[in-house]
């Protein structure tokens, strides 16, 4: 079994990848949650619903929401004076009905995730890294931001003082992620944000300690090419979170007490020595993942790096 941690575009693409090479059977995926808000009262889950929608071969080309999807109620909500500056299309809000109706019907996140999952035909584990109800906020200057409206509505332009994530002292890993972890052949981390994406997941009480006692197994990859991030404002999330420096390097010590194995691209191979000094071993390929091909090869590199 190969179980990977992902967050939203940038996992799911390395999910995606993994499920190419592999297959889906032999695929979990453990998620961020961390990003997930309510939107006229309904529960969205945006990373959970990227890696389903992108295993179900339904997800948009922009790498969010669903394929060919029309925004008719969002725009409807527009005129009758609401935020309309999430992108919540008429298909994906079918799941993020489904999945709050479940939920008022007493479901655990897990079980609406389970459902979609065989109801959208894929085969791959997906599970939330946590049931509870976890949120990332973002203090910036200005003041404190949901994740959403930090990243979206806000376009991630203000420096980050601090960012936090309510509920995750308390949060309890969800059913089957600590087993997971444990029984794992092989631990991927995708190349999502140390900070905000696999940082959420490792922080949930238990989760950490479990893939570091699979360190030998674990392999990670890297979100950096040439030094600077391939989406997103990683950044200034590191910058936030205290990191100076957005780098291959910094990347491998971030994870160097749960991972073994860091798959780093090619031009960032001036810093494999300064990653071998953290007793991470780097592996060197091409790490960007524009489309299908690219995902499967570079799944194949990170399977058989792990020998
Ligand atoms: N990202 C955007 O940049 N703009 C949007 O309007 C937007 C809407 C959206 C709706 C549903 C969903 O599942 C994801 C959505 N995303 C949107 C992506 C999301 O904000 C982030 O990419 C992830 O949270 C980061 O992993």
Redo the contacts with the bound molecule.
Sequence with gaps: MIVALA???G?SKMVHGLALANGQRDLSAIV?TG?DGEFFGLL????L??NLYCLAGVVADR???YADDTFHCLEGLSTYGREA????GDR?LATHVHRTLMMRDGARLSDVVDDLRERLGVEARVMPMTDDPVRTIITTPSGERR??EY??RDGAREEIDAIRVEGLAEASPAPGVLDAIAEADLIVIAP?SPIV?IGTILGVPGVRDAVAARRDRVIGVSPIVGGAPVE?PAQKFLRGAGYGECSARQMAEIYADVCATFVIDASDEAEAAAIEDLGVRPVLTDVLMPDRAARERLARVVIEAAG
Excluded: E, K, R
């Design positions: 967050g939203g575009t996992g961020n990003d969205v889950c945006p990373d619903d990227i790498g969010w929401g500056w999430f992108g919540l994906d994740f959403q990243l979206v999502s994406s997103g």
